[in-house]
């Protein structure tokens, strides 16, 4: 198998991942709700996978990274939090569903900036118009169709001048492109713990800015202030209810301390020398269109195509039954398609992680030339 | 004799005891006590008694403020700290 749908999730994790949550198993109870060692045990891993987290992005306090059960659940409690309230919400062409359809639920304008694709100047541009009376703005770090790497830099800057809470969605580009949350000014962010940062899934990570009120999504049991009826209003008890997932949290702090121990450039630069490696290897397939952004810094290791006439959801079963993961059709990103004029096709997407190999690019690119060639041949029978 | 750090939750108890680490303070999280809980369940940061002032300079220094301070009493009560 070769596994290429990185930007799903990260199959192959570094063993100490798998050992974590095994030992974690067997070992921990829940954190907050008893004096016993087990118990201690558990807290000891959730804490110090805060302490991991808030020590990598630019955190000074645990207390503001919350465990949440993915980037979804993240997105949700700061867009929740954020635009209950109304008002008018600027976002970049690239956000994924787990923005869009959360802020299509809540009483919102959306004003979408809408730039071509690998033209960062435009986008920044796009958000110093409309950012003035704005409620707040969502802006994906990383695009999770084309691996369009967002200038986060510059639209977190117009955001502070303009007085107006950035939320970042860095599901794309933690683990791999620096993330400093405080450095930045931005309100939340929020990250997912099983793509980039190796952990198990069914975690994620919320970062909270100090001035940061969110609401509760969930109510219950949180092991602090039992006696009152209403959640806690100090973070993380506010957004954590329920008993923790314990051997996520385990996991995702040996892949955090993985992450850190690599080095997020070094897992940037391997990605990146894979994709454009396999970008050259499939540049003369008949009617492919690779897309790929002329400036390599703007681009992470994830390479979407289209190859004329031949179905990419076809093509990516084609190749799944040989072994090939991929991803294919809208990626849950129709607006990123809309943006870069993709939405009726779809595309093909090949993602890589710090597992993959150079020895699996021309394999992979093989089958990819075969299955288009069997696509074709079929059409035509 | 000893002194509890009462703490708003778990995760600040366990901040609180990370910076008292580094500050050279033996301490130990343990839940609150009931008749000193006014909330509910709640963590406490033990600490010896001659290590108070120690221990609240490194807490200012990191930007924790605790809930209460108690001071176990022999009789096994506990006396809330005026600071």
Known sequence: MIFLDCAATSLQKPPAVARAVSEALRTAASPGRGSYAAAERAAELVYQCRSEAAGLFGVSDPERVVLTHSATHALNLALRSLGAGGGRVVLSGWEHNAVTRTLADLPLEQDVVAAPLFRPEELVEGFRRRLEGAAFAVCTQVSNVFGYVLPLSDIAALCREAGVPLVVDASQGAGCLPLNLEALGAQYAALPGHKGLYGPQGTGLLLCAPEARPAALLTGGTGSESLLQTMPDFLPDRLEPGTHNVCGAAGLLAGLRFVKRTGCGSILR???????????????????????????????GVLSLTVQDVDCEALGERLGRMGVCVRAGLHCAPLAHQSAGTLDSGTLRLSF????????????????????????????? | MFYLIVCRGLTQAQRAAAVLERSGVNQRILRTPSQVSERGCSYSVKIAHKSLNTALSALRRAGLSPTQIFLAQSDGSYREAVL
């Open chain 1, 270 to 300: 391997h990605e990146q020398t894979l994709r454009r490696r396999m970008a050259q290897l499939l540049s003369n397939v008949e009617g492919i269109r690779l897309f790929e952004s002329p400036d390599p810094a703007l681009q992470t």
């Open chain 1, 353 to 381: 992680s710090a597992f993959n190999r150079a020895s699996e690019l021309a394999p992979a690119a093989e089958a990819l030339r075969r299955c288009v060639e069997a696509l074709r041949s079929g059409a035509r029978g």
